[in-house]
């Protein structure tokens, strides 16, 4: 969506613009943000939802006092890195489904990024069998849910 400012009438990207707290009601649910934009100047912006999208270690969802519940997934995660030769397709996803094996491949525009799913534990076994120079490593793959924490009385941490 980033891409297509103003083709989309319901939504304004806000560029390096970071949150620095919620805003809640009485009730406790989250109505908006606060935020410092990129000349320093606070501000507040009401929403009627609120996404935090800031990655794994998320400030907006620790602030709302939502809980991240680990588990196990029977998968680990190769990517992969390949220079990317046609400028033209950026933007572009593809995704391989075929014979049990799964793949993504997203074009970051210089270069392609491809996620590839494996059996846990069969790294090993498979890298030797991996093109020379072609992985960049892999990662041990886990999923999660987020369950709100019980609220605290007001004035309490």
Do not use: N
């Not at 919620?22 to 996404?51: C, M, N, Q, W």
């Amino acid at each position: 969506m980033a891409h297509r400012d103003g083709h989309e009438p319901s939504f304004t990207p806000w560029r390096r613009t970071g949150v620095t707290g919620l805003l809640e009601d009485d009730s406790g649910r989250v109505t908006g943000v606060r935020y410092v934009d990129e000349h320093g100047s606070p501000g507040e912006l009401a929403a009627d939802l609120t996404v935090a999208c800031d990655g794994r270690d998320s400030s907006v969802r620790r602030a709302a006092g939502l809980e991240p519940s680990y588990f196990e997934v029977p998968m680990d995660v190769w990517q992969v890195r390949v220079p990317a030769r046609d400028p033209l397709k950026e933007g572009r996803v593809s995704l391989t489904v075929r014979d049990g094996q799964f793949a993504a491949t997203l074009d970051r525009g210089d270069y392609y990024q491809t996620s590839y799913l494996i059996k846990k534990g069969t790294d090993g076994a498979l890298r030797p069998m991996a093109s020379s120079g072609s992985a960049t490593g892999s990662a041990s793959c886990s999923a999660g849910t987020v369950r709100r924490r019980t609220p605290s009385a007001p004035g309490t941490t």
